[in-house]
């Protein structure tokens, strides 16, 4: 640029100034920036050099490709800060882990930004489908905000996100009426059995068509049905500290086998495995040059296969999983057949039976338990009857390989409704249904929800003509997405909870998803090579406000002060212990 573009006077050297900036194609570079300004104007604005600010944006040292090679290794990759640093070294391209994290929150706001501004492409792109339907789903833990996600299942784009305090519905409706104003209305809604999101949706989009999540549905109805069985169980098993001594048990065996490297090796082949499907077929004979070591092996075996019973499961989470109650179940069957082999002496002698023993004694206390026994048949009844439904409304079915996909492939509805009518049948036809407070209660859960369980196909004029849309009965694309959320924060911070990595998120962190949609970029980019080039014409004031705004929404409470403030009565509390200390 020469001329002034708004008198076109000849602009002047303002300054010129040095820059040191890092980009991956050139690594790390000085460049000398010469700033312009045009004397005859009033306003007096300084000019910078184009090409540099195509490069990196004003007041950066890192380039826009850095950016996005920082945001999509964090968010995309699940990458580490150290992780990150090691390969921007190969590109010659030095940084920090503060810098590293700073690039990303920068990137997830760039994004955002763009996804604003693409707002009205991408309302044409779903109208040209016929329209989109709106999922709605939300993750929070503990005490931390609730990160709410909304998604076209058409398309299968993010449109928005927000952090919300709570679910109720004041703190919800702003953020509908936001993605009502951005899309418009639409076609239909999906979400939780949540009584604030049921009347957020009511009240922003009053008469269109809502539907529960059967995914969601089927595990509230399990949770009531089998939630208190199961932490009876749970504690149960806590109470006899059984984990923790047969852990502490097979790592004395593991001890003394290692010290024999060949013992494993001798003791598969005496159980080959020739039968099909991986059946294991007990051979005539135990290797006699092993014999002494055979109670041990199998007191290890016994116990590694009762702690396996902890990781059974489908992968969809309780009630559809239920591994407390086949740990307690494998720890019975153990016991029993301990019983009739314990006594058994090879060779003889009754010590090399010692490791069996000690097994046995360990599982007395727990094979005796009448009352584990009592919870254990009580809740089988309920979880019968609970999988019954799960093969009803054909989601979470067991072995079944689908994990959270479980309820998105096209389905018609008038058999489900059908198998789900018959169930009803069967369970108010049980002789204790009227005396069973769990039967009725289930029961009515189905019979509320039943007008949004399940949805006929709506018809809709798209650019193609006439078309039959089938809404998907799950929320199971929000599901699989925030489990993608847990698995990238635990990995970062090494441990279980992700409240932290919640409280520290921008809220459209989610809109990264869209990245690997080839029909959401190509609206988003609208004719830019690439994200860089992209983010380059974004308006460098709107991000500064944006990334102000950000951080003022980050800023950490103290957790002892969020414990106070959480409580309902707290200003009285201190007003009265001011008074007194007054």
Not at 51 to 60: C, I, Q
Request: with cysteine.
């Amino acid at each position: 640029m020469v001329d002034c573009p708004d008198c076109q006077a000849s602009l002047k050297v303002h300054k010129t100034q040095s820059k040191k900036i890092y980009t991956l194609h050139l690594g790390g570079f000085t460049a000398q920036e010469t700033l312009l300004q045009c004397n005859s104007c009033d306003k007096k604005t300084i000019y910078a050099a184009e090409e540099l600010r195509r490069l990196a944006p004003p007041g950066s040292r890192f380039g826009y490709d850095v950016m996005v090679f920082v945001g999509k290794a964090l968010f995309m990759r699940h990458r580490r800060a150290e992780e990150i640093i090691d390969e921007l070294l190969w590109q010659n391209v030095r940084i920090s882990a503060s810098e590293i994290g700073y690039l990303g929150k920068k990137f997830v706001v760039y994004l955002a930004l763009a996804h604003r501004q693409s707002a009205p492409r991408l309302k044409q792109a779903m109208r040209k489908k016929g329209g989109y339907i709106l999922h709605l789903d939300g993750t929070c833990e503990g005490r931390g905000p609730m990160l709410m996600s909304s998604l076209d299942s058409i398309s299968e784009i993010v449109l928005g996100n927000v952090k919300v305090p709570s679910e109720k519905a004041a703190e919800i409706m702003p953020f509908l009426e936001e993605i009502k104003r951005r899309y418009g209305v639409p076609l239909a809604v999906v979400h939780d059995m949540g009584v604030g999101i049921l009347a957020a949706v009511k009240k922003v989009f009053a008469g269109v068509p809502d539907f529960i999540c059967h995914f969601h549905f089927l595990r509230d109805l399990g949770k009531d049905l089998l939630e208190k069985d199961y932490d009876e169980i749970r504690k149960r098993l806590r109470q006899h500290e059984i984990t923790e001594k047969l852990r502490y048990r097979a790592r004395q065996m593991k001890a003394l086998i290692d010290q024999e490297s060949d013992l494993i090796d001798s003791f598969y082949r005496s159980l080959q495995t020739d039968l099909p499907r991986g059946k294991i077929r007990q051979r005539n004979s135990v290797s006699t040059d092993n014999m002494d070591r055979f109670p041990l092996l199998c007191a290890y075996s016994l116990i590694q296969w009762a702690l396996e019973g902890k990781t059974q499961g489908e992968g969809y989470g309780f009630p559809f999983d239920r591994p407390h109650v086949e740990f307690a179940k494998r720890l019975l069957v153990v016991y029993e057949q301990l019983e009739p082999i314990k006594g058994v002496h090879l060779r003889g002698q009754s010590s090399g039976n010692m490791p069996l023993l000690k097994l046995s004694r360990e599982l007395e206390k727990v094979g005796a338990d009448a009352e584990l026994r009592q919870m254990l048949a009580a809740i089988d009844v309920k979880i019968q009857v609970f999988d019954q439904l799960r093969r009803a409304m054909r989601i979470a079915e067991k072995d079944k390989t689908a994990g959270l996909n479980s309820g998105s492939e096209q389905t018609a509805m008038g058999p489900i409704q059908k198998a789900v009518k018959k169930f009803h049948h069967k369970v108010t036809s049980r002789s204790d249904y009227h005396s069973n407070s769990g039967w009725k209660k289930m029961i009515a859960q189905i019979d509320k929800y039943w007008d949004k369980l399940f949805a006929d196909p709506i018809a809709v004029e798209a650019a193609n003509g006439r078309l039959l849309i089938q809404p998907q009965r799950t929320n199971n694309i929000m599901e699989r997405f925030f489990r993608d959320i847990r698995r990238a924060a635990r990995r970062k911070s090494g441990h279980n909870s992700i409240s932290r990595f919640l409280q520290s998120m921008i809220a459209e962190t989610p809109l990264v998803r869209n990245l690997d949609n080839p029909a959401y970029l190509k609206v988003l980019l609208n004719g830019h090579a690439n994200l860089e080039d992209c983010f380059a014409h974004i308006d460098i004031d709107v991000v500064r406000q944006e990334m102000d705004a950000t951080q003022q929404s980050l800023e950490r409470v103290p957790r002892k002060i969020r414990e106070l403030i959480a409580v309902p009565a707290f200003p009285e509390v201190l007003s009265r212990l001011f008074r007194k200390t007054a």
